[in-house]
């Protein structure tokens, strides 16, 4: 610990950090524009805004990852040039970044020894990571290899990696967006405790209005780029956070409470099922069918322990859960990217060989993968080959691609999915990520399948393409296909979900119509308790 | 994650406009009028940086023969003297061209599947070998020798590539390490058969006879059109122009080029389409060293008409090059593989007139160092561009 922080008093006079009318633009786009923001000793600032209203910006240019156009940075109250990270590292900024930094192949206190001067000294550092864990309470494994944590796990070790810096100011960027509930109330125990008992700062990214109105002490609401409102937390309520965010007054029922990631509604089990839900598909024949499946990973590890699963023609099963219980495992098998131990997939009634390559696609099974970067898309390939790609024989003759028909093909689709695109030849990586996100899913709905298993299919939207995305899934129920909705946010399965399944440990634990959900059911069952 | 992931997973927060997303929007003509203007550009850099780069490898090789108390001066018209001034040197570059070409045809096939193999040169010692024993130890009258030599070429190499696919797919060894160390025992198998008679070594009259083998007969010798000292060539070439043209018009326009394609981008999105990456990346290695193979089919029966230990002579490596520069583009390759080649021919003339060999071979480095600088560099910009965009995209 420095000197200085001891024995101030909480909220001291001169600001930890400042931004005194910061712009950034690039190109057309103003990503900041005259952004003033003030961050005291001892409170948790929140940054409110949805995607795009430059609350990343604005912290990148506060670690010299970004140089502003216009403006200054101050740190305490002295005025100060951050033209590189290991600047803002110095005047005491650190981040725990939304994309951990940290290196997988390394264990993690080799981690937390790189970027240190001098000689490499396991036995310190080890030290020292044990010391901080201890004092925090989080529970970090100095010697395991970073590949091997889940995410919750990576997070921990990130926070710690920051500590050790010992930096007055914590920037923390949408933390909560990979943890699961339990570990977000962990997380916040620790911010509070650093801000607390050890009169740091802690600057908290965010887009979720329940995590904003429960950890922060001030918040600064932006909006397009701009500063809306900055206001102490206490006394403030959801709506009218959720109304300086949007900028229009919203319903905080139905859509859009589940696009910014408000609690209540569904918690309470309020919100009704939304008109034009078909009714439970009770009857209809079972589309897909996963039976006692049984999956091991490179490390022994059960993926999938047994997993059994039904899905009707026409609804739309969410799969709730924790984070890391085997969802990704499920998308893979329908993605036939992942091989079964035991067990069996039938889709309409025949057997798929788990595994084969291309085989769950071939049998009727379309996807929107959780991580579209890493199998949804090939980012250096044009827009319409990403279209194509997955029905070839559609746009070729005898082994010859006909140009004409891929252009035909991907000009139906965008047009039909609305996709904004530059020209069908530009690489897939020129377009945003909802673009992309909309160049899958166009895919995948394409070729009309049986099956659709959507992989948190909103994740890292705006609202608006939130909105799309959701709007998309129902007529695709609605149309007669089986909907699987794997997501780690609780409203989004029950604002679509007819029936809603729990997963455990890579098993299905329980399973309710949505109209007989019991938050508390649910929220046990997710922890693993029989309920 | 790799860094790869990283960079791209921020291409989402790319300011986008504001949602709900715009309706469909093609290129207005203002936006291809940018977009054309914009490539003018970029071609025009990408030229000045070879100016450069070629134009500093000249410096540096001009300084390093006036060290060595040679004439600069001569050395330059040396060297495009026995390259292009003449048709007789112009003959000799392009009997250099073909193989060069072949073997970057390849590389680009395997490149483009995502698999690096840079084993060429002992594919290419390997199909001169299997070539040289079928041209040697079969003997029909008429023609088919000359194609079964060829082809026995092709399928050399394939079976020394093959070897790759097999470590690859059947045990996960890296392409990279298994096709380099392969090399090495491609240059000792080909040894071992020229110093065995049974094998490949030559039938001399008396004891002291060379590692080497005997000389071809005429029947297995690739056609030449013209004759010396006219303007002439081998119809290696020709091989390899058809050969360049047809990779290139496979991986435009072809479902099969599409997939090896797909699967050196991205093997997982391959696989989930239906892409059997063991498969399809065991045919492209196979392509890969047919090709470097009947490279060396094609050194062996259009010039050197016997082999020797040293017969693939860095073909394959520079073949590798070929590849790099031209971007796996195997119609940019065409172009490239002649300018080698002419670097190749200009080179050995310039050997004859006193330069030292070793010099010369210096040289030779120099200028293909410039010509591998520029897409080298323009790579780690792109990268380096695509990461800050990254952030800057975060950003928004």
Known sequence: ?531 | MTGLDRASGVADVVPVPVPPAPGPSLSSADDARAARAARARSVAGTVALYVVSLAAAFAISALLVALTHGSPAKVFPAMYRGSLRSFGSLGYTLDNTGPLMIVAVGAIVSTRAGLFNIGQEGQVAVGAMTGAFVALKVHPAGGPVLVLALLAAAAGGAIWAGIVALLRFWRGVEVVISSLLLVFVAEQVLFYALSRTFLLKEHGAGGATLTESDQLSSKVQLPRFGTYPHFNFGSGLLIAVVLAALVGLVMTRTTLGFRVRMLGHNPVAAKHVGINAARLGTVALLVSGACAGLAGGVLLTGQAYRITPTISNNVGWNGLLVALVARNNAWVAIGVALGFGALQAGGGFLSTTGVPTDLVNVIEALVVLAAVFPPALQEVLRRRARRSQAVAGAAA
């Open chain 1, 1 to 531: 610990m420095t000197d200085g922080r001891v024995g101030e008093p909480p909220g001291s006079p001169t600001p930890s950090l400042e931004a005194r009318s910061l712009t950034k633009r690039f190109g057309p786009v103003v990503a900041c524009d005259c952004v003033d923001l003030t961050v005291r000793r001892g409170e948790i600032h929140g940054i409110l805004g949805q995607n795009g209203a430059g609350k990343t910006t604005l912290m990148n240019m506060f670690l010299g990852l970004v140089r502003p156009d216009n403006g200054e940075i101050a740190v305490n109250g002295r005025p100060v040039v951050i033209d590189d990270p290991f600047k803002a590292a110095s005047f005491g900024l650190a981040m725990v970044h939304q994309h951990f930094s940290l290196i997988g192949p390394l264990r993690v206190w080799e981690n937390m020894a790189l970027g240190e001067k001098g000689r490499i000294d396991e036995g310190s550092t080890v030290r020292r990571v044990r010391e901080l864990a201890e004092r925090y309470g989080l529970d970090v494994d100095a010697h395991a290899r970073v590949d091997d944590l889940s995410t919750g796990q990576r997070q921990r070790a990130e926070i710690v990696k920051c500590l050790l810096r010992d930096p007055d100011v914590f920037i923390l960027d949408e933390p909560t967006s990979v943890l699961t509930a339990a570990e977000s109330v962990e997380l916040f125990r620790v911010l509070r405790q650093v801000v607390q008992e050890e009169q740091r700062a802690v600057v908290l990214i965010s887009h979720k209005l329940d995590e904003v109105l429960h950890a922060t002490d001030r918040v600064t609401i932006m909006r397009s780029g701009r500063v809306v409102v900055e206001r102490p937390t206490p006394g403030a309520t959801a709506a009218e956070l959720a109304r300086e965010m949007i900028g229009r007054d919203v319903s905080l029922r139905g859509d859009l409470s589940a696009a910014v990631g408000h609690l209540e509604a569904p918690v309470e089990g309020a919100a009704p099922a939304p008109a034009g839900v078909p009714p439970v598909a009770k009857g209809r024949p079972v589309v897909l069918a996963v039976h006692g499946a049984r999956a091991v990973g490179p490390d022994g590890r059960a993926l999938l322990d047994g997993l059994t699963l039904e899905l009707h023609e026409g609804e739309i099963l969410g799969l709730a859960g924790v984070e890391g219980n085997g969802q990704k495992a499920l998308g893979d098998l329908l993605a036939s990217v992942l091989d079964l131990r035991e067990g069996t997939v039938e889709v309409a009634g025949r057997r798929v060989t788990p595994g084969k390559a291309g085989a769950m696609a071939a049998a009727g099974v379309g996807m929107i993968p959780e991580d579209r970067h890493v199998c949804g898309t090939v980012l250096d390939m044009s827009v319409a080959d990403n279209l194509v790609m997955g029905d070839l024989g559609a746009v070729s003759n005898r082994g010859v691609l006909r140009r004409r028909k891929v252009l035909a093909a991907a000009h139906r689709l965008i047009e039909e999915f609305e996709i904004s695109v530059g020209s069908v030849d530009a690489p897939l990586r020129s377009l945003s990520g909802g673009n992309q996100q909309r160049v899958v899913l166009a895919r995948e709905l394409a070729r009309s399948p049986r099956v659709l298993v959507a992989s948190q299919p909103t994740r890292g939207l705006d609202v608006g393409a939130i909105e799309y995305m959701t709007a998309r899934l129902r007529r695709a129920a609605a149309a007669g296909t089986a909907v699987l909705l794997i997501s780690s946010e609780l409203e989004e399965i029950l604002e679509l979900a007819d029936r809603v399944a729990v997963i455990h440990r890579g098993r299905i634990v329980g399973e309710m119509a949505r109209c007989e959900v019991d938050i508390d059911r649910l929220g046990l069952m997710m922890g693993g308790q029989a309920a």
